[in-house]
């Protein structure tokens, strides 16, 4: 019954867009991600896009559309920070994929926001696990002898149906250090650490000799034009540069080295981070990382751990959840979020790792949390949101009801009954 | 053009084994010595295991999913000479039994994956133990995957863990005939020996589509297309369907003649033939698994479970007709075009048509939280109007898996006379916060959250900070 009330609003919203009116979420056991915190009870009104205001007590503005949330949990949309997203739609069609350069001349310049497909049939699929927000993220590419080390520049994008997906191109630079970095420096850590501090310096010197650069009587540098442009915001810390490092001893290196060239940098990856959480607290440096990695899958992750988000947080690190599978498995960042919880991280803090982290370790400030300002990015639960059985039952992304459905949803009804007298190619 | 060069290269083989059938001549006994005839041997890695010591057991006040189906409220599982004495509401606990409490608890078989690699795609990743594929010719029916199986992997205790106590460890799917998979017990051991499952049933590993067709296309060879594959496949059972017979008319003769050369490969094939081993088919299309039954009927074999079975529910009906099982994922879907309809729904839509439904993993993360992959996969079901229980749920990765695998007469469900293997959890196994508590493998405690002498690490993490993979 309840369902059906929500479900009936559901198409009445459908039917004509919120933004131009007043919505309130009433009744509802609202997770703000913000100073807030939890609010048992409360009303969000959203006007405009936006969240005009959340509380307890709130009178409801009269003719403000009404949906009863019924005591279900209420959370900011998640933030996927680390996917594949409208950038790969099938990983084995190489055609589709747009995550990564082989170019013998272009690595920092690399830009993924130009690869995004906004009709990916990946993205209705992720949406429709509660994400409405996500950094999509270049890995390294290979190439016959490629010896570069930068993969390019992330794309923050929105998931919302029927707008461009590109919210924000360009919003952080990405790079692969430990065994992958070795691999992309010729064989050795040794080379990677030499190779990336040879670049940031031939940055900075490029940065303060542009004109003899242009005409011609400068050194050369290992670096293409472009690459030394688009790594110019990098070594002024304008631009977050985030690492993939996984080994203690390799973190430590990391943290050194961006301290002394002043680099704003977030760490991903980080299955031994927990061995060195005092010094990622200490440096202030966020961390990106997926809380289920518990396998010595590599000699740089021997020690990696389902406690490692929670010993993280309990020194002060400022974790986000990226789940490291892509765009296809987007929406199982809840559950890992879960499992987190299930491993000894505080509930409040799983959920901030889902919303509100990501959010400010990209600069994307604008979302991550209910707080009245924000952009009206929303998910009512049917039950807790980190459990696998329960599911988002009402999207609003900038204050828009999203459709409740994908092309995978469509092909399960199509074939729910099998035996008809035409095949299902006739149901539409 | 593949296909000819496909039976010529099979042709050329035969050719080749015939001569050597004659140059052996000399050595091998006449008639056939008892190493020669595949009937005479058939289990020359025999299983060692033995189980742990374990006591009369009762663990009272569960919440006990029996794995048929049944939920118990408050109930009791009485175990004793490592099997299922009891189970029920209403047990009354001898004086002499070790008595666990478990109220507040819920209780469920052993978790079976149906689709693992722990062993031969061990951790480390590296090389040097990538043990799993042999992808130097589209048959390698002759390899066996507990050949490569490593016991050292901690992925073994990684997902008992997360309540696994028996698993299919497979061969790679790069080859039509990837050869043998083994049923293993989740006990740690030195050897891969100790631990088969003892009386499990070998099976076969066969793929469908894509990776054949690119392993094998991709080196300018064959199979390049899928209708290579189906060629592939049907020269293949030929070919052990004449083995068979040379056989079958050799013993009939009484030691006159030669007796045929013995070949490893198709005595894997010829064991499908005659039902000792089970068909473990990867296949992700709906029309490639009907052309596979059709080829199953035409040689007159059984196909035990499709594995991934992505578009299972498109052939619902038709699966659910022929027994066949579909081993599949909730979450995986995409990453290559012929998963690209993968859907979340497909357990809940295979299952309510009637159909065996499995959910497996193919991956050392997931194999440790089929529970909660079970749990998204219902989630999903009821979300497009199924009506399916939680207790149903739990068949998909007990009852259902130990089915496909040919030991569900051994495990699977707690029903009395069976392994207990058992696994209680610290809450609903369908919610994503429950752990498992203590993981019993034949009556013994081989896992216990609460009790670091109950807490197996492999070597390889002797020395690790980390204190496990926990």
Known sequence: MQRLIIAAIAVILLAAPVAAGTTAITNAHIYTSAKAGEIASGTIVIRNGKIADVGANLRVPAGATIIDARGRIVTPGLYAAGTNLGAVEIELVSQTNDNATSSQSLSAAFDISYGIDPDSIVIPVARLGGITRALVTPVSGDGDGRELLFAGQAAIISLAAGASPVVKPRAAMLLELGESGAAHAGGARGTAITSLRADLDDVRWYASHRRSYDNGSMRELRLSRQDLEALMPVVRGRMTLIISVHRAADIREVLQLAKQYRLQIVLTGVEEGWMVAHDIAKARVPVMLNPTANLPGSFEMRAATLNNAARLDAAGVTVAFANGDGGHRAREGRYNAGNAVAHGLPYTKALAALTSNPASMFGDRNVGSIERGKQADIVIWSGDPLEPLSEAQTIFIAGESQPMTSRADELAKRYKTLNNPYPPAYKN | ?470
């Open chain 2, 1 to 470: 053009m593949a296909t000819l060069h496909f039976s010529a290269a099979i042709l050329a083989a035969t050719i080749l084994l015939a001569g050597c059938a004659t140059t052996e001549g000399p050595v091998a006994p006449k008639p056939a010595g008892p190493n020669l005839d595949p009937q005479v041997d058939s289990n020359p890695f025999p299983s060692t295991y033995k189980a742990l010591p374990s006591a009369p057991t009762a663990l009272v006040g569960a919440t006990i999913f029996t794995g048929t189906g049944q939920k118990i409220d408050n109930g009791t599982v009485l175990i004793r000479d490592g099997k299922i004495e009891s189970v029920g509401g209403n047990i009354s606990v001898p004086a002499d039994y070790d008595r666990v409490d478990a109220k507040g608890k819920w209780i469920t078989p052993g978790i079976i994956d149906a689709h693992s690699h722990l062993g031969v795609y061990p951790q480390p990743r590296v090389n040097a133990v990538s043990d799993g594929n042999e992808a130097t010719n589209p048959n390698t029916a002759q390899v066996w995957a507990e050949h490569s199986v490593w016991p050292q992997d901690e992925g073994f205790n990684a997902v008992r863990r997360g309540g696994v106590t028996s698993m299919l460890i497979l061969p790679g799917s790069a080859n039509l005939f990837g050869g043998r998979s083994v049923t293993l017990k989740n006990v740690p051991a030195i050897t891969m020996q100790a631990m088969k499952f003892p009386g499990a049933p070998y099976g076969l590993k066969m793929a469908c589509g894509e990776n054949p067709k690119r392993v094998y296309g991709s080196k300018g060879g064959a199979p390049s297309t899928r209708m290579g594959n189906v060629a592939g496949y049907r020269a293949a059972w030929l070919e052990a369907a004449q083995y068979a017979q040379k056989w079958d008319a050799y013993r009939a003769s009484e030691g006159k003649g030669d007796a045929p050369a013995r070949d490893l490969k198709l005595d894997t094939l010829v064991g499908v033939l005659k039902g000792e081993i089970l068909v473990q088919n990867h296949c992700y299309r709906a029309d490639e698994m009907a052309v596979m039954i059709d080829i199953a009927k035409e040689f007159g074999y059984k196909i035990s479970a499709f594995h991934h079975g992505s578009e299972g529910y498109k052939v619902a009906d038709l699966l659910a007709r022929e027994g066949i099982c579909v081993a599949t994922w909730a979450g995986w879907w995409g990453f290559k075009i012929e998963a690209i309809d993968g859907v979340a729904e497909n357990a809940a839509l295979v299952h309510a048509a009637g159909g065996c439904a499995v959910i497996h993993s193919d991956d050392p993360i997931l194999s440790q939280r089929l529970n909660q992959e079970a749990a998204a996969a219902l989630a999903a079901g009821r979300k497009i109007g199924l009506t399916i229980s939680e207790a149903d749920a739990i068949k998909w990765i007990t009852a259902n898996p130990a089915k496909m695998l040919g030991i569900l007469d051994k495990t699977g469900t707690l029903e009395n006379g069976k392994m207990a293997d058992v696994v209680i959890w610290s809450a609903h196994p369908l919610s994503v916060y429950a752990l498992a508590e203590k993981v019993y493998i034949d009556g013994a405690v081989i896992y216990d959250r609460n009790d670091k002498r109950r807490q197996p690490k492999s070597d390889f993490m002797i020395d690790r900070k980390a204190g496990g993979t926990e």
